[in-house]
């Protein structure tokens, strides 16, 4: 299925046409895509190893910066293109259309009958912790370098920032769905969770 946001110009399209009347199956545990899983997390662990021992392993600066922003690169490609379709089947990515307009276009896999394109709850962990943890760890270089005066390396860590950060943020929008906004998703998040804590105050304090 086909659908496109008037409001941000994004489809969500359904990544095999032949799954649409698919059924929900439970997940399985088991590692389908061990090498996908595998490059899933080498790339970005091996870009923060090079950072952050770059001082150890070579006395150039320009290596290390180069080293560090191909193994960044290769990560973005990877990520975006091949284990977040295998792994959770989810995709994105940009395109423009015959009349020169950009449209943002969101895949989503469902689930098979014969449940063999259900992803396992052991590559969705991996997938996620590895997408979101490395970002963060990204935006604390960044803030090290910055507070450091290490000004030279504020170019490296950026660059980690906004690939590794570019990915996580098109994959959170995969998740939610293109037609959410994701401040309104937070608002209405820490909305919920502030009545919830007030009616358990309450329900205490009567008790």
Known sequence: MMRQDSSDDTEDVSLFDSDEGSAWKPKKS?????V??????????????VYLLCELLSSSFIACMVTIILLLSCDFWTVKNITGRLMVGLRWWNQVDDDGKSHWVYESRKASTQGKRVPSDSESRIFWLGLITCPLLWVIFAFSALFSFKVK????VIMGVVLQGANLYGYVKCKVGSRKNLTSLATSYLGSHFLRQTFAKENQAES
């Open 30 to 34: 088991k590692i389908r895509h061990p």
């Open 36 to 49: 996908a899983s595998f490059f899933h997390l080498f790339f970005r662990i091996s870009a923060i190893i």
């Open 153 to 156: 390396w504020l170019a490296v």
